[in-house]
């Protein structure tokens, strides 16, 4: 009954305000709606979805008059008169309607709509507004943020000078001191005076220091307070009330509800919930594809849910709330759930995963798949769904907004899917790392893991380093190569790895050391610097230090490019290159097992450093990666042969000087030759293992291990 009366005067005051800048249209249909409002809100007729559609499409054309397109309001409304005579015996008809309406029936449950919001929001709405641009919100944002970082300068000044403090009072100790040594009767009375004003003055600077640096203190606390007040203050200033992005997703759910047959009610909750104003903007599209997800896969038409002994209405729940530090974001539906059976049978039907490793996904590893891109579980494409191409917008605008999404289902009672988001994207939670001398900001919300990994526990297939964490091996790369700074060899044998990823690919990350975690207040890079790579913005510490914030999707695009290229450095080359100058370090490549193996134990036994390579490609992928004085290679090899893979050393600038020798069973006179036409420095049978050929062969190119 309250929302009756608050449309009434609505279509009131909209009905007034028309006539006074003569749009007879807008005069004519607000007056119908009031008619029919006032006849709801007396008991005289009840609204049934179709009137309520008339006056759906009644709030439509009001707004059509308003801002009528590229025409004037007279032309408009002479255009479109008809659909406005229209809608005006349709309003009759629903107030004539009174006789034949249904005797009333118990009114389902009031839906928590819009029209709450202006109420929710009254309150908030007393004090005078201005219009403040966005631009000068973040200048204030960057201008709030050096205060507070200069007024955390006056610490460090204030410890400075308790330690003169002390030092002062360590003096005037040793002055009394002295004088309990020298004083006396055979002082002269000259010197005594001296003594004496000396033993003064300190105790004045002394008692003057105190008081200043008091003050001080006390000035340190007030600035510190209202600079942290002033920058609450202005991050506040960027927030609005949840209502304020919501406003047509009641209609929309309504309308699309009606669209596919379904009897749909919509709660929304937190409308008064603060929320960032960039958070507002950018979370409206995630939003609106859960919403339709909801509506298409989740709820169930009345007659599924009644012969389910479910209520024929079903209910999506909107609701925003601050939780732990975070915005939560949920969305969730009493429809029929998501078959977790149904849809592991999908996901192996499209080759994400083997038939063998399906039954072994966990629930939550299978909700995962729903956020692929062209992943759906409909089976033929509708207006609404079946591209897969919602979801992975939601997952993709979580991502940019350094947010997370959990998916939980239970079939039969519906689906919840909660989004957890910084409260603002002005401030955000981030470790320090130092790299090269330098400090860079990793966003918490992008971390997977932080560990400490020993290097032994370091592997190396196909050229390519990886460790073993939880199951999963995951590729190692030094933050120093990626981001193209001075290369430092970690030559600790404890590093410190950030596991970052996405969807596709994890990687871990060597880092010179951790520095904790911060609250970091962001600011934008000068936009004349374009898009830095591997960069998104910027902060400043406690100190005024500036400290890079990384952007974790660019940066796993740049480890892609290296991956994909051959370009990896090896973690532990320098150290190698540091602590083994003096052993030569010998790559064997060769398909077979027992070949590789006598090889390696032979060079080993006299001091060699031996990696080894399973074909062709893969001492290809080593020794673009490596560091090694020979390779030794056979010919007849899977993926690429001996004779393709000297010829790749050797057109190389940076390794076509290494030598080469091929060890093959192959000893005709031609097949010789075609290997040292390749580039190979040497050529030798595998026969030759009995005694010492391939030893004196090695010792004559590279010299002693």
Same mark, same amino acid.
């Given at each position: 009954?309250?929302?009756?009366?608050?449309?009434?005067?609505?279509?009131?005051?909209?009905?007034?305000?028309?006539?006074?800048?003569?749009?007879?249209?807008?005069?004519?249909?607000?007056?119908?709606?009031?008619?029919?409002?006032?006849?709801?809100?007396?008991?005289?007729?009840?609204?049934?979805? =179709?009137?309520?559609?008339?006056?759906?499409?009644?709030?439509?054309?009001?707004?059509?008059?308003?801002?009528?397109?590229?025409?004037?309001?007279?032309?408009?409304?002479?255009?479109?008169?008809?659909?406005?005579?229209?809608?005006?015996?349709?309003?009759?008809?629903?107030?004539?309607?009174?006789?034949?309406?249904?005797?009333?029936?118990?009114?389902?449950?009031?839906?928590?709509?819009?029209?709450?919001?202006?109420?929710?929001?009254?309150?908030?709405?007393?004090?005078?507004?201005?219009?403040?641009?966005?631009?000068?919100?973040?200048?204030?944002?960057?201008?709030?943020?050096?205060?507070?970082?200069?007024?955390?300068?006056?610490?460090?000044?204030?410890?400075?000078?308790?330690?003169?403090?002390?030092?002062?009072?360590?003096?005037?100790?040793?002055? =009394?001191?002295?004088?309990?040594?020298?004083?006396?009767?055979?002082?002269?009375?000259?010197?005594?005076?001296?003594?004496?004003? +000396?033993?003064?003055?300190?105790?004045?600077?002394?008692?003057?220091?105190?008081?200043?640096?008091?003050?001080?203190?006390?000035?340190?606390?007030?600035?510190?307070?209202?600079?942290?007040?002033?920058?609450?203050?202005?991050?506040?200033?960027?927030?609005?009330?949840? +209502?304020?992005?919501?406003?047509?997703?009641?209609?929309?759910?309504?309308?699309?509800?009606?669209?596919?047959?379904?009897?749909?009610?919509?709660?929304?909750?937190?409308?008064?919930?603060?929320? /960032?104003?960039?958070?507002?903007?950018?979370?409206?599209?995630?939003?609106?594809?859960?919403?339709?997800?909801?509506?298409?896969?989740?709820?169930?038409?009345?007659?599924?849910?009644?012969?389910?002994?479910?209520?024929?209405?079903?209910?999506?729940?909107?609701?925003?709330?601050?939780?732990?530090?975070?915005?939560?974001?949920? #969305?969730?539906?009493?429809?029929?759930?998501?078959?977790?059976?149904?849809?592991?049978?999908?996901?192996?039907?499209?080759?994400?995963?083997?038939?063998?490793?399906?039954?072994?996904?966990?629930?939550?590893?299978?909700?995962?798949?729903?956020?692929?891109?062209?992943?759906?579980?409909? /089976?033929?494409?509708?207006?609404?769904?079946?591209?897969?191409?919602?979801?992975?917008?939601?997952?993709?605008?979580?991502?940019?907004?350094?947010?997370?999404?959990?998916?939980?289902?239970?079939?039969?009672?519906?689906?919840?899917?909660?989004?957890?988001?910084?409260?603002?994207?002005?401030?955000?939670?981030?470790?320090?790392?130092?790299?090269?001398?330098?400090?860079?900001?990793?966003?918490? +919300?992008?971390?997977?893991?932080?560990?400490?990994?020993?290097?032994?526990?370091?592997?190396?297939?196909?050229?390519?380093?990886?460790?073993?964490?939880?199951?999963?091996?995951?590729?190692?790369?030094?933050?120093?190569?990626?981001?193209?700074?001075?290369?430092?060899?970690?030559?600790?044998?404890?590093?410190?790895?950030?596991?970052?990823?996405?969807?596709?690919?994890?990687?871990?990350?060597?880092?010179?050391?951790?520095?904790?975690?911060?609250?970091?207040?962001?600011?934008?890079?000068?936009?004349?610097?374009?898009?830095?790579?591997?960069?998104?913005?910027?902060?400043?510490?406690?100190?005024?230090?500036?400290?890079?914030?990384?952007?974790?999707?660019?940066?796993?695009?740049?480890?892609?490019?290296?991956?994909?290229?051959?370009?990896?450095?090896?973690?532990?080359?320098?150290?190698?290159?540091?602590?083994?100058?003096?052993?030569?370090?010998?790559?064997?490549?060769?398909?077979?097992?027992?070949?590789?193996?006598?090889?390696?134990?032979?060079?080993?036994?006299?001091?060699?450093?031996?990696?080894?390579?399973? /074909?062709?490609?893969?001492?290809?992928?080593?020794?673009?990666?490596?560091?090694?004085?020979?390779?030794?290679?056979?010919? =007849?090899?899977?993926?690429?042969?001996?004779?393709?893979?000297?010829?790749?050393?050797?057109?190389?600038?940076?390794?076509?000087?290494?030598?080469?020798?091929? #060890?093959?069973?192959?000893?005709?006179?031609?097949?010789?030759?075609?290997?040292?036409?390749?580039?190979?420095?040497?050529?030798?049978?595998?026969?030759?293992?009995? =005694?010492?050929?391939?030893?004196?062969? #090695?010792?004559?190119?590279?010299?002693? +291990?």
């Amino acid at each position: 009954m309250d929302r009756l009366k608050r449309l009434m005067r609505a279509a009131h005051s909209v009905k007034g305000a028309a006539r006074m800048v003569n749009l007879d249209g807008a005069v004519r249909v607000a007056h119908a709606m009031e008619d029919c409002f006032v006849a709801a809100q007396q008991g005289v007729i009840i609204l049934q979805p =179709d009137g309520v559609d008339a006056l759906l499409k009644g709030v439509d054309t009001l707004t059509q008059i308003a801002q009528p397109a590229n025409q004037d309001h007279a032309a408009w409304q002479q255009a479109n008169q008809a659909m406005i005579d229209a809608l005006l015996a349709a309003f009759a008809v629903i107030k004539a309607g009174a006789a034949t309406v249904t005797p009333p029936v118990a009114a389902p449950q009031a839906p928590a709509t819009p029209a709450a919001a202006p109420a929710a929001s009254a309150a908030a709405t007393h004090d005078n507004a201005v219009r403040v641009s966005a631009e000068s919100l973040n200048r204030l944002m960057g201008l709030s943020g050096e205060a507070l970082v200069g007024a955390r300068w006056l610490r460090p000044y204030a410890d400075a000078l308790l330690q003169v403090k002390r030092r002062q009072a360590e003096l005037i100790t040793v002055l =009394d001191h002295l004088w309990d040594i020298i004083g006396g009767p055979n002082l002269n009375e000259y010197a005594t005076s001296l003594f004496k004003d +000396a033993q003064r003055k300190a105790g004045d600077c002394r008692l003057i220091l105190g008081d200043r640096l008091t003050e001080l203190e006390e000035y340190d606390r007030r600035t510190s307070n209202l600079s942290s007040r002033l920058n609450r203050e202005v991050i506040a200033s960027r927030m609005r009330p949840f +209502a304020d992005g919501v406003h047509g997703f009641q209609r929309m759910v309504r309308d699309l509800a009606r669209n596919l047959g379904k009897d749909v009610r919509m709660e929304i909750r937190g409308l008064t919930t603060q929320v /960032d104003r960039d958070i507002l903007e950018k979370v409206e599209a995630p939003l609106n594809h859960l919403l339709r997800n909801a509506l298409d896969h989740g709820v169930d038409t009345p007659e599924e849910r009644q012969a389910a002994g479910k209520p024929a209405q079903a209910t999506i729940t909107l609701e925003a709330m601050h939780s732990s530090g975070m915005l939560s974001i949920t #969305v969730s539906d009493d429809g029929r759930g998501v078959d977790l059976e149904r849809l592991r049978g999908k996901v192996v039907q499209k080759g994400l995963v083997t038939a063998e490793m399906a039954p072994q996904l966990s629930d939550t590893e299978l909700l995962e798949f729903l956020f692929l891109p062209s992943f759906s579980t409909r /089976d033929h494409v509708t207006e609404t769904s079946g591209r897969g191409v919602g979801l992975d917008v939601v997952h993709s605008v979580m991502q940019e907004m350094r947010g997370v999404i959990r998916t939980s289902t239970q079939l039969g009672k519906g689906t919840r899917f909660q989004m957890q988001l910084p409260l603002t994207l002005s401030v955000i939670r981030a470790l320090l790392v130092e790299i090269a001398g330098e400090i860079y900001a990793f966003p918490l +919300a992008r971390i997977d893991h932080t560990l400490k990994l020993d290097k032994e526990t370091i592997d190396l297939v196909e050229g390519r380093q990886y460790f073993t964490h939880n199951g999963q091996h995951i590729g190692i790369v030094t933050a120093n190569q990626v981001l193209e700074l001075d290369d430092a060899p970690h030559d600790n044998e404890v590093m410190s790895v950030i596991i970052i990823g996405d969807r596709n690919h994890r990687f871990g990350l060597i880092v010179d050391r951790f520095m904790g975690e911060r609250n970091l207040v962001v600011r934008p890079l000068d936009s004349r610097l374009g898009k830095v790579r591997d960069i998104s913005a910027a902060a400043f510490m406690e100190d005024g230090t500036p400290a890079l914030i990384v952007d974790v999707d660019d940066l796993l695009r740049s480890i892609d490019i290296l991956v994909n290229g051959g370009r990896l450095n090896k973690v532990s080359q320098g150290a190698e290159q540091e602590t083994s100058r003096g052993a030569k370090r010998v790559l064997v490549v060769d398909d077979s097992i027992t070949i590789r193996e006598v090889e390696r134990n032979m060079l080993q036994t006299r001091g060699y450093d031996v990696d080894v390579a399973v /074909d062709g490609m893969d001492g290809w992928n080593a020794v673009r990666t490596g560091r090694y004085d020979l390779v030794i290679s056979d010919i =007849d090899m899977p993926r690429m042969n001996g004779i393709e893979f000297v010829s790749h050393i050797k057109q190389d600038p940076r390794l076509k000087s290494i030598p080469v020798m091929i #060890v093959s069973y192959k000893d005709r006179e031609e097949d010789r030759n075609r290997g040292l036409e390749a580039g190979a420095d040497y050529y030798i049978t595998k026969g030759s293992f009995h =005694d010492e050929t391939l030893l004196d062969a #090695v010792a004559d190119l590279i010299g002693s +291990a």
